[in-house]
């Protein structure tokens, strides 16, 4: 470890290497001193007399501002008021962008996608707040003025709905493996022993395709490994 440098008075003297605290005990003042050569396990509280060097204190007072004016932009950056029209932000989540894609919305009102993106999700720079705001306004207003007078030729193409496809069965054949009797030879179909073109799909599920003969089953032994 680190080595008293030279001796005062009969007591050691080591080097400072940075204050890393400071705190008020017994009235008086005291910094935490992380001592050169030593592992900051041997950081040590010690009163503003045993520090000779006047330049640590200077450093230190100096460290203790940029903290400050670090955290006080930080509290600046998250106690920032929303800046955005909150009327037009209602307007455009539960009314255009219900009824139209957003990069529709975004091309016809005049802004790029990514600033409308940005401005729904309030992470859109404060400078950049208002003239995106202006056009979608604009915009708003006229599609409004459109609607309102029955015509959607300068409005973006309406979503389509996703229609629900019901599943039906086959006619006859009652989905895997559930016919209308065994005796036909339908319902024991299901997953095997249904016949198409002649060859069994169940066990054999690999099948090649013939010009001749149709699609045929592949003999496990004929099978690669």
């Not at 009235?27 to 010690?46: A, F, M, P, V």
């Not at 604009?138 to 309102?148: I, K, P, S, T, V």
């Not at 015509?151 to 996703?162: F, H, N, V």
């Not at 019901?166 to 895997?176: C, F, N, Q």
């Amino acid at each position: 470890e680190g080595e008293a440098e030279e001796e005062e008075g009969g007591a050691p003297v080591y080097q400072v290497d940075k204050i890393v605290e400071e705190r008020v005990e017994g009235g008086g003042l005291e910094y935490r001193i992380k001592w050169r050569g030593w592992g900051s396990r041997w950081n040590t509280w010690e009163p503003e007399r045993h520090i000779i060097d006047q330049v640590i204190l200077t450093e230190w007072e100096e460290t203790k501002a940029r903290r400050a004016a670090s955290a006080a932009r930080s509290s600046a950056s998250a106690s920032r008021t929303d800046e955005r029209d909150q009327a037009l932000l209602a307007e455009y989540r539960d009314k255009w962008l219900a009824r139209h894609a957003q990069a529709a919305v975004a091309r016809h009102a005049g802004v790029s996608p990514g600033q409308l993106s940005a401005w729904l999700k309030g992470t859109i720079g404060h400078r950049a707040v208002a003239g995106v705001e202006l056009k979608l306004r604009a915009w708003a207003a006229a599609a409004r003025g459109q609607l309102a007078s029955g015509a959607s030729d300068g409005l973006p193409p309406a979503r389509r709905a996703k229609a629900a496809e019901a599943r039906k069965p086959a006619d006859g054949r009652g989905g895997r493996g559930r016919g209308r009797g065994r005796g036909e030879g339908e319902g024991t179909a299901g997953r095997r022993g249904r016949r198409r073109g002649g060859a069994r799909t169940g066990p054999c599920r690999r099948r090649r395709r013939s010009s001749t003969l149709g699609p045929r089953c592949v003999p496990a032994s004929a099978r690669p490994r």
